[in-house]
């Protein structure tokens, strides 16, 4: 499985973003989604995830209201939707996907995200 991740940018306090994040390969093998960040000198951490089978998500409480997950099968491509932006969503926002009979994970790239105050 391959994520190519795209949409990230430099936004003001209180604007919105959209990302993307493109799915190839063995696709079908997907079970679960998400979107992970990490900024400088933290680890890195969970946004929030979509269960392929059904579409149940899960957030982050510090992005829970703000944010929203969503996808479009179609295409392979998860969103993040990403509204009333603050400084400290400021990080590079990698794109994730567990797959296989065993779980394994896969990751995009990242695409860096910067809110400014």
């Known amino acids: 499985v391959q994520l190519v991740e795209s949409g990230g940018g430099l936004v003001q306090a209180g604007g919105s973003l959209r990302l993307s994040c493109v799915a190839s390969?063995?696709?079908?093998?997907?079970?679960?989604m998400g979107w992970y960040r990490q900024a400088p000198g933290k680890q890195r951490e969970l946004v929030g995830t979509?269960?392929?089978?059904?579409?149940?998500?899960n957030y982050a409480d510090s992005v829970k209201g703000r944010f929203r997950i969503s996808r479009d099968l179609a295409k392979n491509t998860l969103y993040l939707q990403m509204n009333s932006l603050k400084s400290e969503d400021t990080a590079v926002y990698y794109c994730?996907?567990?797959?296989?009979?065993?779980?394994?994970?896969?990751w995009g790239q990242g695409t860096q995200v910067t809110v400014s105050s």
């Open positions: 994730n996907a567990r797959a296989g009979r065993w779980g394994q994970n896969y």
């Open positions: 390969g063995s696709t079908f093998s997907i079970s679960t």
């Open positions: 979509i269960i392929s089978d059904g579409g149940s998500t």
